[in-house]
């Protein structure tokens, strides 16, 4: 896939997982489709390396959520802060 695809990818990635994770994101829309991005490299990644599926598997889009959801919800608890201030 070329580069532009992957932004492209991340792109629909990441606005299925702010769907997915409502609430305020400390970031906005550019941050979380930066996300998108870099967890669909990163789901895919893991993916493909375990063997849990191929290059061009459905499942990869799958994949790519989780990992985009699991990189929002750590931007969200790093962002957040310390309390109380």
Known sequence: MTVL???VFGLVVGIVAKLLTPGRDPGGF???VLLGIAGALLGGFL???VGWY???DSVSFAM???G???LLV???LV???PRGV
């Open 79 to 81: 962002g957040r802060g």
């Open 64 to 66: 790519a959520v989780v």
């Open 54 to 56: 191929r290059e061009g």
């Open 30 to 32: 550019i941050v979380t």
């Open 68 to 70: 985009s959801i699991l």
């Open 47 to 49: 993916g493909r390396a």
């Open 5 to 7: 695809g992957w932004i």
């Open 74 to 76: 750590l931007f969200r």
